[in-house]
């Protein structure tokens, strides 16, 4: 099994909140990032597939393709949008990094049409990332 990782990266905006707490618990969990205006972040994004090598092409999957389905399906949709009103998967979920993740496999999951999903690693800030291998 070999394992190939492409990265991008995307900017967006976000705030956290859940309607199902006052505004003081919501304040006193999530503290500046309530911020119903909401602040942003640059993220790094990290896709990985695992597959065999084909032996007619030498890859497991052409790079390029992949690439493709990123730009479509993850950047198109989140790249300088501001998550919680325009990404319909955060009107009802806090745009966490942690669900921005799992967000990003449900979207990418169905589109491969070679190898298999393994990982999506989702950095927020250089030190602070989260890995999801689907559910």
């Known amino acids: 099994m070999i394992y190939v990782t492409r990265r991008a990266e995307f900017s967006a905006a976000h705030f956290y909140h859940n309607p199902n707490l006052s505004p003081e618990e919501n304040r006193r969990i999530f503290g500046k990032c309530n911020n119903p205006h909401g602040h942003g972040h640059n993220y790094t994004l990290e896709v990985t597939v695992a597959g065999e090598v084909d032996p007619t092409t030498g890859m497991v999957l052409d790079l390029k393709d992949l690439k493709k389905i990123l730009e479509q399906e993850v950047l198109q949709v989140m790249d300088h949008r501001f998550l919680n009103k325009e990404v319909p998967a955060f009107a009802t979920a806090i745009p966490t990094t942690e669900n ?13 049409s070679f190898g298999t999903l393994h990982r999506i690693r989702l950095y927020e800030t250089p030190d602070l990332f989260v890995d999801y291998y689907g559910e």
């Open 100 to 112: 921005i993740a799992i967000e990003i496999w449900k979207l990418l999951a169905p589109k491969l």
